[in-house]
């Protein structure tokens, strides 16, 4: 069947079915002449290993886009189980203190400067490689300069909630 020329579907179809995707949570930080940012996010990928790439799709409505490409660095913590706090910071909803603020929560400095959520479960650090627009985003492909590994189980979003994983047993098997 040749399904080329059809329109695309409507936005909301789209995004109610990719929200039934699992994801990983992420916190985007950058720092620079343009500022320091924050951005909640789960469009992380990994691209390459060698060279070692991952990409973050950012919407280019988010100051946080702008920052990343003045700074021309970027740093992806990887959220644990125990950090949705970030998260809600970080995508403006936050349920205590304000949004978009550093303040409110433990941060480390990467071997290039940038904030890194402490203890998160991973950890990159990233000079931009390349940058592409599509749509309403702006994809960055980062070349990473240091990882970190941490031991905090990953943080889960899916359906509009924040999850952990389940190991599946014999008992927990669906
Ligand atoms: C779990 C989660 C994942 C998100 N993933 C992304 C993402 O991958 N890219 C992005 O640009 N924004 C993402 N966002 C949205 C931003 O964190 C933030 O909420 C948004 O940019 C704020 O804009 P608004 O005030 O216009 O809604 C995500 C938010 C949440 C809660």
Request: contains cysteine.
């Amino acid at each position: 069947m040749n399904a080329m020329g059809k329109p695309p579907v409507a936005a909301e179809h789209f995004i109610a079915a990719m929200g039934l995707a699992a994801t990983g949570v992420s916190v985007v930080t950058t720092d620079g002449p343009q500022g320091r940012f924050g951005l909640t996010v789960s469009a992380v990928s990994s691209v390459s290993a060698d060279p070692p790439l991952i990409l973050v799709c950012i919407n280019r409505r988010s100051p946080a886009a702008a920052a990343v490409d003045a700074n021309g660095l970027f740093a992806v913590s990887i959220l644990g189980a125990g950090h949705r706090a970030y998260a809600e910071t970080f995508s403006g909803r936050p349920r205590e203190g304000r949004p978009f603020d550093f303040s409110h929560h433990a941060w480390r400095d990467g071997d290039t400067g940038l904030p890194l959520v402490e203890d998160a479960t991973a950890a990159f650090e990233c000079e931009i490689h390349q940058h592409l627009d599509a749509g309403t985003h702006r994809i960055f492909i980062g070349r990473v300069v240091a990882a970190h590994r941490g031991s905090a189980e990953p943080l889960v979003y899916c359906n509009r909630a924040f999850r952990r994983i389940v190991h599946l047993t014999k008992e927990t098997e669906p």
